[in-house]
């Protein structure tokens, strides 16, 4: 076991994975050489597996997109960064037209094992261009998963279960959690599945789901709400696309008070999708509406400090709708 | 002169810590505003710091090389004037002093808006009156939530015997899981232990005070003069059961016609002289359990079991078959019964259905089924929708026989014993392709005996 960071168990994943497979490459903008990255998730990387495996793109974010697509047809598995989650827009056409369906038109002939990542999220005062959550934008594409960790565990096992999936996985890193979040994470050689929700704590008053910076909102305020005799089962929604339903509606049916909670627009989100399927598979089991915390409907998350606290969802915020949907 | 502190300024999206790879000044030295004091090191950049005051630096507040938060205090400087942090400037770290200023200006803002409200209550006025409203308030109190209805159905708890503790009294699931259902018991008991009383009685006021409660506690609705008998044990196995077969499982019904002409003959021929010789009346039925027995033995899928996501293939093929007393129906079970030629069959079915008669049938001989035999036929139905003998997976209803006209391949008529099949199958395990392949075979099989056919 060793202290990481959420930023440094994504690295050591990385790292983890381009030993184990010498066909794992890595590129974007800033990405090679001696910087590693805007962020640093790649420093060092260059330096020890060389400059043909760790490199830097152009500022083209389609062709980081589409040199991915291309890599994994001819055998490598392409790490391709975007250097903020808002700079994936040039690029959706080769995510969606080309990576998440070359399975399905060569009839599982060809694959497009990729791995997208993409530091998203507000709270870093990044303004419009450096924010976003952009994942609804690419969610319910069949043959393109995403993800999302939440702690440095889950981030360091989901990146080296993304590199080793055959499908497309776009991997959502939370970029207000990258130094803020440490955990004493394994060394072994773990992964996380693609496709699994996880319950990180339990109770019977309320459930609440979310992912990302929310979800360790959510997990402190379901402390403060338990010195007050309430107990909440909290979701790490985790894998977006596609969603682990049975995970989800059950523990939405264990209590039949459901808070879902999302940094995004409060409409058209992901949390929208959760709320549908809710309402599908567990009626009999609510014991009250099904509640969204969200940001509100603005078209992006804003510059200036007091707009941008208004904007994010934060403890307080959870605190206080987790309480109100208890005393339901 | 006022003392002045300078934090560690915001270097960048995502950057929350930061050190100082290098002071540029030294405590006592003088200072203008804008020089750089020190060059901070985050992991993205190093950055020049440069002072937002003029003055003396007093004290450093952090060490070299350790990495701090974004905002913590780094350096005193004591300044010349008082008024001189009022003179803004534009680096980032005017940004941070900017943002202190808005969280300022923010609580005001709250405050504000807390000792405030009075004015806008009187324009909100009709709006809080109206959720104020009492009537409004017990209007939820009786809107239930599909949890909450649903837990009470299945308890049998009436709703408004529980105290709500949510929202404007509210019933929630929670209070619903945790209503002792024997208290209410007890009350539902009430109106068929009154009854003797109130007969006797005849005190109409009474009677009228006490109908409400009746009608709200009571499964169904009673009127002056019916009849409350408690359901004896047998009863009351037979109704758990049936709610357990009818609840649990997914019922699905084939029925096929079979030609049995061959059957009918060959009994009449052999029904007398199989009496005297072996001290049990030939009956229709033996011929039904044999057919659907090698029918079993050709389809496993039937002679199966549900169980929490297993299909359980039974070896043995045990049938259960019902026999009706006057009071009660019971299913014994002829064990292994593939291991009995009809005769065989006749005599552990009257055995059976002996033992049933006189009361005497054991755990045992009612045990391990895997599929029944239904003789409906007996008496006198040509169609009905068996519910299936629960862990099985299936149950056939052989119905009564009966002499029609059928047209033949030469294209006349002929005068046939014909009989309905009705099968209900477990839809969870088999499907009507299964169902009727099944049936096709129970229908040739008992085509395939002749007059000549041997009874043992």
Same mark, same amino acid.
């Given at each position: ?25 890595? !590129? ?110 690419? !969610? ?189 | ?85 009022? @003179? ?142 408690? @359901? ?104 292994? @019964? ?119």
């Amino acid at each position: 076991m060793a202290m990481m960071t959420y930023l440094e168990a994504i690295r050591k994943g990385i790292e983890e994975e381009m030993a184990r497979d010498e066909n794992v490459v890595i !590129f974007g903008e800033d990405v090679g050489g001696v910087k590693g990255g805007v962020f640093g998730v790649t420093k060092g990387l260059a330096e020890q597996f060389g400059d043909d495996r760790c490199f830097n793109t152009p500022l083209t974010e389609g062709q980081i997109g589409g040199l991915a697509v291309g890599l994994g047809l001819v055998g490598y598995r392409a790490i391709g960064e975007f250097q903020f989650a808002d700079y994936i827009l040039p690029a959706v056409n080769q995510l969606i037209s080309e990576a998440s369906r070359m399975r399905y038109r060569t009839k599982g002939d060809w694959t497009a094992p990729i791995v997208y990542r993409a530091p998203y999220g507000g709270g870093v005062r990044g303004g419009l261009y450096h924010s976003q959550s952009t994942e609804k934008v690419l !969610f319910g594409q069949p043959g393109l998963r995403i993800v999302t960790p939440s702690s440095p565990h889950d981030a360091k096992g989901l990146i080296k279960a993304a590199i080793r999936s055959d499908d497309p996985v776009l991997f959502y890193e939370h970029k207000r959690l990258y130094r803020l979040l440490k955990e004493d994470v394994s060394e072994e050689d773990y992964v996380v599945p693609l496709d699994k929700a996880n319950v990180v704590r339990e109770g019977d008053d309320i459930t609440v789901i979310g992912y990302g910076m929310v979800l360790n909102h959510a997990l402190k305020a379901a402390e403060t709400l338990s010195k007050e005799g309430y107990e909440a089962e909290v979701v790490d929604a985790r894998s977006l696309y596609p969603l682990d339903k049975e995970t989800l509606v059950k523990a939405a049916k264990k209590t039949g008070k459901v808070l879902l909670v999302t940094e995004d627009n409060l409409e058209g989100s992901i949390m929208s999708e959760i709320s549908a399927i809710i309402a599908e598979e567990a009626l009999f089991d609510l014991d009250a509406p099904i509640r969204r915390l969200a940001g509100p409907d603005s078209p992006s998350m804003p510059y200036s400090i007091a707009l941008e606290r208004e904007f994010l969802v934060n403890e307080e915020k959870v605190t206080n709708a987790m309480r109100e949907l208890a005393e339901f | 002169m006022s003392i002045k502190i300078i934090e560690m300024p915001h270097l960048g999206e995502s950057v929350t810590e930061a050190s100082i790879a290098v002071w540029l000044v030294s405590e006592g030295d003088r200072i203008e505003k804008y020089d750089p004091i020190a060059e901070a090191v985050s992991d993205k950049v190093t950055t020049e710091i440069p002072s937002n005051y003029s003055g003396i630096v007093k004290e450093f507040l952090i060490d070299i090389d350790t990495d701090v938060e974004i905002g913590t205090p780094m350096v005193k400087i004591q300044t010349d004037e008082e008024g001189e942090d009022e @003179a803004a400037g534009s680096s980032e770290v005017e940004i941070e002093t900017g943002e202190e200023f808005t969280d300022h200006i923010n609580e005001e803002i709250d405050k504000e808006a807390e000792r405030e409200p009075m004015e806008r209550q009187t324009t909100s006025d009709a709006k809080q009156s109206t959720s104020k409203n009492i009537q409004k308030d017990s209007d939820s109190a009786a809107r239930y939530s599909p949890a909450v209805v649903r837990i009470s159905q299945e308890r049998g708890i009436d709703l408004s015997q529980v105290e709500g503790t949510g929202k404007h009294g509210r019933i929630t699931r929670k209070d619903v899981l945790a209503f002792d259902v024997d208290s209410q018991q007890s009350a539902a008991q009430q109106p068929s232990e009154m009854k003797p009383n109130r007969s006797e009685e005849t005190v109409p006021a009474k009677d009228e005070s006490a109908r409400p409660q009746k009608a709200a506690s009571a499964a169904s609705v009673q009127s002056n003069g019916d009849e409350v008998v408690p @359901a004896d044990g047998i009863r009351k196995a037979i109704a758990k059961k049936m709610v357990q077969s009818s609840t649990e499982i997914p019922h699905a019904w084939l029925m096929v016609e079979a030609d049995v002409t061959n059957i009918v003959k060959l009994r009449e021929q052999t029904k007398t002289a199989f009496k005297e010789q072996e001290g049990v009346s030939l009956s229709y039925f033996p011929f039904f359990v044999k057919a659907v027995v090698q029918a079993l033995k050709k389809h496993p899928v039937i002679n199966t079991s549900w169980d929490n996501g297993n299909i359980v293939y039974h070896k043995d093929i045990n049938i259960s078959v019902a026999v009706a007393t006057d009071e009660h129906l019971f299913v014994p079970v002829i064990q292994q @019964a593939d291991r009995y030629s009809l005769n065989g069959l006749s005599k552990e079915v009257s055995r059976l259905a002996g033992l049933a008669r006189q009361g005497k049938l054991t755990t045992s001989d009612m045990q391990g089924g895997t599929m029944t035999v239904n003789n409906t036929g007996s008496f006198g139905s040509v169609q009905s929708m068996g519910i299936i003998n629960h862990p099985q997976a299936a149950i056939l209803q052989v119905e009564s026989i009966n002499k029609r006209f059928v047209p033949t391949e030469d294209g006349g008529f002929k005068a046939a014993d014909m009989v309905n099949l009705c099968l209900s199958i477990d839809h969870r395990i088999i499907d009507g392709l299964q169902a009727g392949r099944f049936l096709q075979t129970v229908k040739e099989n008992l085509g395939r005996f002749s007059d000549e056919s041997d009874l043992y």
